[in-house]
C-alpha cells in the first residue's frame, strides 16, 4: 500500500488477499490485483472516502461448513473501519464465484463486467449496479437493486432486491434444450432464496431430441439459489405456438458441467396436439 500527498491525496495497494483460516485448500475469499483511492483529508475527517477503484476483484464465497471458519471481527457498533462509508466503488473485471462442497463440482461463477456500488458501509443496504454475464443459461444480464447489510456469519442469507433484463440467452447451455431467450422481471429475497417475477421470450425454443424450433412466451414465479442455480419454478405460464400451458417443479444442477435434473409437472388444456408435436 502507497499515500501520494502532492498533487492529488491517493491510496493505492495491489496483490491484496485474504484466505480462509485453516482451509489452504479453498481459494482466496478476496482478492484484489490493484485498487486505488482519491481521497481528501476532509472527506477521510467525515469517515467518508470518493470513489475507490478495484481491479482484477475476486471475491470466492466458501461453501458453508467453511464460512465459520471467516475471521468475525469487532462488531459494526464498535469497529471504526465499519462506520467509513465510501460514496462510490467501481470495479473493473471483476468475477464472483461460489465454491462447492464437493471437489468434483465446478464453482458456480459470475463474470462481472461492470459493478458500481454507492454509499457502501458494512451496516446498510448498498444501492448497485452491474452488468454480467450469467453463466446458466449463459447471457447477458443488466441489474439494479441493493444489496445487505451483508450477513458476514451466513454469506447466502444477505439480502437483495431488485430488476433486471437478460438478453440473449442461450438455451443450450442447460441440456436438452435450445433457443436464444430474452427476459425481464424484479426479484427480491437473500442470496440462496431469491424470489423472481417476470416474462421471457424464446422465439426458437427446441428440444435436443429433434423436430422443429417454436415460439415459446411465459410468466413466471421462481425461486432461485444463487449459490449453485437450482431453481424451483413455483408457477409458469406459458404459450407454445397457440397452446397455452401451465407448468411447475423443479430444475437442479448436478456435479460435473451441464448436467441437471428436471422434475415438472404440466397441466395443459385445450391444446393443440400439432404445437406439441412439432418439437
Known amino acids: 500500500v502507497s499515500v501520494t500527498l502532492w498533487p492529488r491525496p491517493r491510496i493505492s495497494g495491489a496483490g491484496l488477499v485474504m484466505r480462509v483460516p485453516g482451509r489452504p485448500d479453498l481459494p482466496p475469499f478476496v482478492a484484489i490485483g490493484r485498487f486505488w483511492v482519491d481521497a481528501g483529508p476532509l472527506t477521510i475527517w467525515k469517515r467518508r ?9 475476486k471475491i470466492a464465497v466458501p461453501p458453508s461448513d467453511a464460512r465459520s471458519n471467516l475471521p468475525d471481527g469487532p462488531p459494526v457498533q464498535s469497529s471504526l473501519s ?6 462510490h466503488l467501481v470495479t473493473h473485471d471483476a468475477e464472483l464465484l461460489f465454491v ?16 458500481k456500488l454507492d454509499d457502501l458501509g458494512f451496516d446498510r443496504a448498498i444501492p448497485f ?12 444480464v443488466e441489474t439494479r437493486g441493493s444489496f445487505g447489510p451483508w450477513r458476514r456469519d451466513s454469506p447466502g442469507d444477505t439480502p437483495i432486491a431488485g430488476e433486471y433484463t437478460l438478453t440473449n440467452a ?8 435450445g433457443g436464444i431467450l430474452q427476459s425481464s422481471g424484479k426479484y427480491e429475497g437473500r442470496i440462496t432464496q431469491v424470489n423472481t417475477v417476470g416474462e421471457a421470450d424464446t422465439k426458437d425454443f427446441s428440444l435436443d431430441l429433434g423436430g422443429k424450433p417454436v415460439p415459446l412466451h411465459t410468466r413466471f414465479h421462481t425461486i432461485v439459489d444463487g449459490t449453485d442455480g ?9 404459450k407454445l405456438r397457440n397452446t397455452p400451458f401451465s407448468t411447475w417443479g423443479d430444475i437442479t444442477n448436478l456435479s460435473g458441467p451441464g448436467r441437471h435434473s428436471i422434475n415438472l409437472e404440466f397441466d395443459v388444456k385445450n391444446g393443440r396436439i400439432e404445437d406439441l408435436l412439432a418439437l
Open 49 to 57: 472516502v470518493g470513489t475507490v477503484h478495484l481491479d482484477n476483484l
Open 82 to 87: 465499519a462506520q467509513v462509508i465510501v460514496d
Open 100 to 115: 462447492p462442497r464437493r471437489a468434483d463440482r465446478l464453482p458456480l461463477t459470475f463474470r462481472i463486467h461492470e459493478l
Open 129 to 140: 449496479y452491474t452488468k454480467l454475464t450469467n453463466p446458466v443459461p449463459t447471457g447477458l
Open 170 to 177: 442461450d438455451l443450450s447451455t442447460i441440456n436438452g434444450i
Open 230 to 238: 437450482s431453481t424451483r419454478l413455483e408457477r409458469v405460464d406459458a
